[in-house]
């Protein structure tokens, strides 16, 4: 089982990055699929998670209407769109991926550095 979280970088605030997540070793149609970001000092957060259709999307408070979370199943993969990035947001994020109630599998993490 794979997990490859990339599109990270660093971008000026207002910039926009489209994260992507690309799974192998396991069906993604059959997993919801959840975006997580983790600063220095801070606890990992939640950011955006999406049902394993796609019908059903969460984000937490402070990126909601600026990220969009999207899927591919036949693709293997999963999005993150980032628009409208603040200094804050910087942080390392991870994708994970759960059948059941808790989060199965996770990935390696992308670096995401926004400069104000």
């Known amino acids: 089982v794979q997990l490859q979280a990339f599109g990270g970088g660093l971008v000026q605030a207002g910039g926009s990055l489209r994260l992507s997540c690309v799974v192998s070793?396991?069906?993604?149609?059959?997993?919801?699929m959840g975006w997580f970001r983790q600063a220095p000092g801070k606890e990992r957060e939640g950011v955006s998670c999406?049902?394993?259709?796609?019908?059903?999307?969460y984000y937490a408070d402070s990126v909601k209407g600026r990220f969009t979370i999207s899927r591919d199943n036949a693709r293997n993969t999963v999005y993150l769109q980032m628009n409208s990035l603040k200094p804050e947001d910087s942080a390392v994020y991870y994708c994970a991926a759960k059948a059941g109630r808790s989060y199965d599998y996770w990935g390696q993490g992308t670096q995401v550095t926004v400069s104000s």
């Open positions: 999406i049902s394993d259709s796609g019908g059903t999307t």
């Open positions: 070793g396991f069906t993604l149609a059959y997993y919801h």
